[in-house]
């Protein structure tokens, strides 16, 4: 079975740092693509991802303060998130699916990813 299960969260202080992961189990990691959506009560998109080849994705609003990586070794994916703000409050799930082709990345982008973990709180306190 299909297991996406995200760890690292919690609650910092704006300009702090925190490092999500994901492990996965039940796929063929390595030939799948990965990424990180976040759901807020005034956003839903995604903020990063990593394609099986490695080509990454960042939204804007994330561009230079976060980093996707994966460790297909470990069938591991990662987020570290620097300088962090109060917008950036919001549960993070971690996504994967066979092939994305990044078309919308809000909401109505949901369902490319195939595979859904069940979350995890990041808050942000300024």
């Known amino acids: 079975e299909v297991k996406l299960v995200e760890s690292g969260g919690g609650s910092v202080p704006a300009g702090g740092s925190l490092r999500l992961s994901c492990t996965a189990w039940?796929?063929?990691?390595?030939?799948?693509?990965m990424g990180w959506y976040r759901q807020a009560p005034n956003e839903c998109e995604l903020i990063a991802s990593i394609?099986?080849?490695?080509?990454?994705y960042y939204a804007d609003s994330v561009k230079g303060r976060f980093t996707i990586s994966r460790d297909n070794g470990k069938n591991t994916l990662d987020l570290q998130m620097t300088s962090l703000k109060p917008e950036d409050t919001a549960m993070y799930y971690c996504?994967?699916?066979?092939?994305?082709?990044?078309?919308?990345?809000?909401?109505?982008?949901?369902?490319?990813?195939?595979?859904w973990g069940q979350g995890i709180q990041v808050t942000v306190s300024s």
């Open positions: 394609r099986s080849g490695g080509r990454i």
């Open positions: 039940g796929f063929t990691f390595d030939d799948s693509d």
């Open positions: 996504v994967a699916a066979k092939n994305v082709y990044l078309g919308p990345t809000d909401c109505t982008g949901r369902r490319e990813w195939d595979y």
